[in-house]
Each structure stands twice: as structure tokens, then as C-alpha cells.
Nanobody
Framework: QVQLVESGGGLVQAGGSLRLSCAAS????????MGWYRQAPGKQRELVAE???????NYADSVKGRFTISRDNAKNTVYLQMNSLKPEDTAVYYC????????????????WGQGTQVTVSS
């Protein structure tokens, strides 16, 4: 199967920056879209940003101009650079991929990371 390992979360003051990383490994034939979601206490999980294998990116309105998603296809890794962080960005951030699993008959499936906590203090 496929495993996603996230890193880079932590505690930061408002206005600060953090960079999240997520590396996919395992039985990978190819990685299609990669993205980041977040879930704050008492709220539903929401899309933060996503990027296609070709590099086209899509952002939630709330993070446009502050966050940048990028990926290294050779490393099957996606990054989220978060600048000008606000207290309302506090949440658990989850990596997400749509990956074609290497198999006798390859198939696409969706995978999630374990989540990394981002806390922004005011």
C-alpha cells in the first residue's frame, strides 16, 4: 500500500511562517493530485490547497496569497509553505493524495496522512 508521512507542524505566533512536508512511499505506480486539508476543533475537514501532477494549484479563498503549495515529483513529496499565519489557521493539517497503486492491475486510490498540528497564537 501507500504511506504518507507528514512533518513541519508546530506552534507559531501570528504573522509567522511554517512549512509542512508530506512524503508518499510504498507501492506507488504514480501520484496524481496531492493536497492539504485541515480540520479545526468542532469544524468539518476542509480543503486548503491541492496540486496536480502537472503543477496546477488550487487554493481555498481563506489562504490565497498567504499559502503556497508545491511538489517534488521525483520524491513524491508535497509541501505547503504557510506565511502570515493567523489564529484561525489553527487546525490539524492532513496530507491527501490520489495515487495509482503499483499492482498486477494498477488502480487509483485515495490516501491520508496521520495529521500534523498547527497552532497559531495571537
Amino acid at each position: 500500500q501507500v504511506q504518507l508521512v507528514e512533518s513541519g507542524g508546530g506552534l507559531v505566533q501570528a504573522g509567522g511562517s511554517l512549512r509542512l512536508s508530506c512524503a508518499a512511499s510504498g507501492s506507488i505506480f504514480s501520484v496524481n493530485s496531492m493536497g492539504w486539508y485541515r480540520q479545526a476543533p468542532g469544524k468539518q475537514r476542509e480543503l486548503v490547497a491541492e496540486i496536480t501532477s502537472g503543477g496546477s494549484a488550487n487554493y481555498a479563498d481563506s489562504v490565497k496569497g498567504r499559502f503556497t503549495i508545491s511538489r517534488d515529483n521525483a520524491k513524491n513529496t508535497v509541501y505547503l509553505q504557510m506565511n502570515s499565519l493567523k489564529p484561525e489557521d489553527t487546525a490539524v493539517y492532513y496530507c491527501n493524495t490520489h495515487t495509482v497503486v503499483a499492482n498486477f492491475k494498477p488502480y487509483e486510490d485515495e490516501f491520508w496522512g496521520q495529521g500534523t498540528q498547527v497552532t497559531v497564537s495571537s
